[in-house]
């Protein structure tokens, strides 16, 4: 590979990875205002409320960027980058079309993963550096939420490890075959639930909870720090779905995946966020006991029983 078309693939899957969280923010907008009629975001704009993106931006701009006296500056500072940036990092070795990822990985999928365990340090770290008890509440929850769905979603991914026989992304999905959608859906299942868990997204928002600890570890953010915050939220959701593609769904194979690989990725990948922003709409938050409750004595026994399933399929 030259140079130039080193350079050029880098700067395009920067701009995609930059462009499909805004994507993703904008399509929730537009999804929630249809399923629970909000007129705000259909007037944003000439037409159906295009700007209202644009809107948020301005807004987000123009606000104060405020950081508590008592604060441990360099952290609180820190901790909204730390939050965005390892999704990206991740997103950039999701393979979106045969033989094409922005950084190709022997074990991608290990890759992936520690990134994603990295990106929730920044919730942790802007609760503890805020100097506010909410947002110290906020913070040990998040603490206790990635401890408990950390270890479900990795048994779910070992499982479609061990059948497909790789830690590579590209090989899963070359490995993949229709039946998987029967043989790894208690793993699928639980992949997603994890996943929703992890983005500290309704109906698994305790972290967040405003009705209880105001905005949780976000609570002193403002401006720009703060819409980072929202943006990694967007590229967690981004990542999760096209994780979930290539896992269980197939990731670019389809009718003329030759051509049209990135297409069949990023539809399945859309599908998949749009049931994110469902869950959203249509749950209520849960007790931080019933949260525990269904990562230990349900989750994790499930993706330990999908593990034994493969392995013993495996093995036969």
């Given at each position: 590979?030259?140079?130039?078309?080193?350079?050029?693939?880098?700067?395009?899957?920067?701009a995609?990875?930059?462009?499909?969280?805004?994507?993703?923010?904008?399509?929730?907008?537009?999804?929630?205002?249809?399923?629970?009629?909000?007129?705000?975001?259909?007037?944003?704009?000439?037409?159906?409320?295009?700007a209202?993106?644009?809107?948020?931006?301005?807004?987000?701009?123009?606000?104060?960027?405020?950081?508590?006296?008592a604060?441990?500056?360099?952290?609180?500072?820190?901790?909204?980058?730390?939050?965005?940036?390892?999704?990206?990092?991740?997103?950039?070795?999701?393979?979106?079309?045969?033989?094409?990822?922005?950084?190709?990985?022997?074990?991608?999928?290990?890759?992936?993963?520690?990134?994603?365990s990295?990106?929730?340090?920044?919730?942790?770290?802007?609760?503890?550096?805020?100097?506010?008890?909410?947002?110290?509440?906020?913070?040990?929850?998040?603490?206790?939420?990635?401890?408990?769905?950390?270890?479900?979603?990795i048994?779910?991914?070992?499982?479609?490890?061990?059948?497909?026989?790789?830690l590579?992304?590209?090989?899963?999905?070359?490995?993949w075959?229709?039946?998987?959608?029967?043989?790894?859906?208690?793993?699928?299942?639980?992949?997603?639930t994890?996943?929703?868990?992890?983005?500290?997204?309704?109906?698994f928002?305790?972290?967040?909870?405003?009705?209880?600890?105001?905005?949780?570890?976000?609570?002193?953010?403002?401006?720009?720090?703060?819409?980072?915050?929202?943006?990694?939220?967007?590229?967690?959701?981004?990542?999760?779905?096209l994780?979930?593609?290539?896992?269980?769904?197939?990731?670019?194979?389809?009718?003329?995946?030759?051509?049209?690989?990135?297409?069949?990725t990023?539809?399945?990948?859309?599908?998949?966020?749009?049931?994110?922003?469902?869950?959203?709409?249509?749950?209520?938050?849960?007790?931080?006991?019933?949260?525990?409750?269904?990562?230990?004595?349900?989750?994790?026994?499930?993706?330990?029983?999908?593990?034994?399933i493969?392995?013993?399929?495996?093995?036969l």
């Open positions: 590979m030259s140079a130039l078309e080193l350079i050029l693939r880098a700067a395009s899957s920067l995609m990875l930059l462009v499909l969280p805004l994507l993703v923010g904008q399509t929730e907008h537009k999804v929630m205002a249809h399923m629970q009629g909000r007129l705000g975001p259909m007037y944003a704009g000439a037409y159906h409320g295009w209202q993106l644009v809107a948020d931006g301005v807004k987000f701009v123009q606000k104060e960027d405020l950081v508590p006296a604060a441990d500056k360099q952290v609180f500072r820190l901790a909204p980058m730390l939050a965005m940036v390892p999704y990206l990092l991740a997103l950039a070795a999701i393979p979106l079309h045969p033989g094409y990822a922005a950084v190709e990985a022997p074990a991608s999928l290990v890759f992936v993963m520690a990134a994603t990295i990106g929730v340090l920044g919730t942790l770290m802007a609760g503890w550096a805020s100097a506010n008890k909410y947002a110290l509440i906020g913070a040990l929850r998040s603490a206790a939420q990635l401890l408990a769905y950390e270890l479900p979603m048994l779910a991914v070992a499982s479609v490890a061990l059948a497909a026989g790789t590579s992304l590209g090989g899963i999905v070359e490995a075959s229709p039946w998987w959608l029967l043989w790894q859906l208690p793993g699928a299942f639980v992949f997603l994890a996943a929703v868990a992890e983005l500290q997204r309704p109906p928002d305790m972290p967040i909870a405003d009705s209880e600890i105001v905005f949780g570890p976000y609570t002193e953010y403002t401006g720009l720090r703060f819409a980072l915050f929202l943006l990694s939220e967007y590229a967690g959701i981004v990542l999760f779905s994780l979930f593609a290539v896992l269980f769904l197939g990731g670019w194979r389809g009718p003329l995946d030759d051509w049209l690989g990135w297409a069949w990023f539809g399945k990948g859309f599908l998949i966020a749009l049931i994110l922003i469902w869950l959203r709409v249509s749950w209520p938050r849960l007790r931080e006991d019933q949260l525990q409750r269904l990562a230990w004595l349900w989750l994790i026994p499930i993706a330990l029983l999908q593990l034994a493969t392995a013993v399929g495996v093995v």
